[in-house]
């Protein structure tokens, strides 16, 4: 197959991410890559995306460029800003954090330490530079001979996640490697369900959220809220970073937080940050 190209030039907005994450799908896909490696690095253009309009960019005024190129070996994904934005960096300094965060596996901060590690884990590289446009240019590869097996996540969860992780109950000295926290008692409260649906993404997560900060500023003391993620088909990192707080604010009442119904994809995710073991409950 000669090497294909597509190209997409759109304003720097987060209403398009959901339109960037499904061309991505689409693109993965027809590289050849199985579902789960489509979902993987759909996650990393997302959060690249995010970047760039929330630091690298002026919203609505600048504009973004995202390149796919694609063959049978493998994907090349490129996203460029115009450096524009009040929070922008240079190439250099993008590289400095990356390298420094690579071994934290707080999925939590999306512009260093989760874009980190899961570069680091699920692509065969990240490529840095200045950008045609004045901003940066930052990008992966993948090749379908290493989209195999996923790698395992880091042994050890670490910041935020690894205070949320430690707050649940003692932890034993020299606990074996894979042994997961323990699960905090079972809340002696009422039990309140709330159904999520869809994609939540930057560009509706504050809409699709409200409701659990509406009843958790509620809950009585020991109480449970319980996530049901039946509906629910992708994540990204800022709702996982509420997760975590969420825990942490109902944990301080003496109550808990429960998922159920989560998907392969979510569930993947929620495993590699550490969250999974602690907020996963079996309720029915």
């Known amino acids: 197959m000669p090497k294909q190209k ?99 596996s707080d999925l939590t901060r999306t512009s260093g330490r989760g874009l980190a590690m899961i570069t680091k884990l699920w692509t065969d590289g990240v490529i840095i530079g200045k950008s045609r446009y004045g901003g940066i240019s930052v990008g992966f590869t993948k090749a379908l001979s290493t989209a195999g097996e996923a790698p395992p996540p880091p042994p050890a969860p670490t910041g935020l996640i690894a205070k949320v992780a430690a707050q649940a109950a003692p932890v034993p000295a020299a606990p074996p490697a894979k042994t997961p926290p323990p699960s905090p008692p079972t809340p002696k409260g009422p039990s309140y369900e709330i159904k999520l649906s869809g994609e ?5 997560i504050d809409e699709k959220v409200a409701p659990i900060y509406d009843q958790i500023e509620v809950m009585p003391e020991e109480g449970t809220l319980v996530l049901d993620f039946s509906d629910l088909e992708y994540i990204n990192s800022t709702f996982i970073g509420n997760l975590a707080s969420w825990y942490t604010t109902l944990q301080r009442k003496g109550g808990r937080i429960c998922l159920k119904n989560v998907n392969k994809d979510i569930r993947e995710v929620l495993s590699l940050v550490g969250l999974l073991e602690i907020l996963e409950c079996p309720v029915s």
């Open 200 to 204: 939540i993404d930057q560009s509706n």
């Open 6 to 104: 597509i190209q997409l030039i759109l304003p720097a907005n987060l209403n398009y991410s959901s339109l960037v994450r499904h061309v991505a799908d689409e693109v993965f896909s027809t590289a050849k890559f199985d579902k789960a490696w489509c979902s993987r690095l759909k996650l990393v253009v997302d959060e690249l995306y995010m970047n760039a309009v929330r630091y690298g960019s002026t919203p609505d005024k600048s504009s973004v460029c995202t390149t796919f190129e694609y063959d049978e070996s493998g994907i090349q994904f490129t996203i460029e800003d115009d450096g524009t934005g009040v929070n922008a960096i240079s190439a250099e300094d993008l590289k400095a954090i990356i390298e420094k965060n690579e071994a934290n």
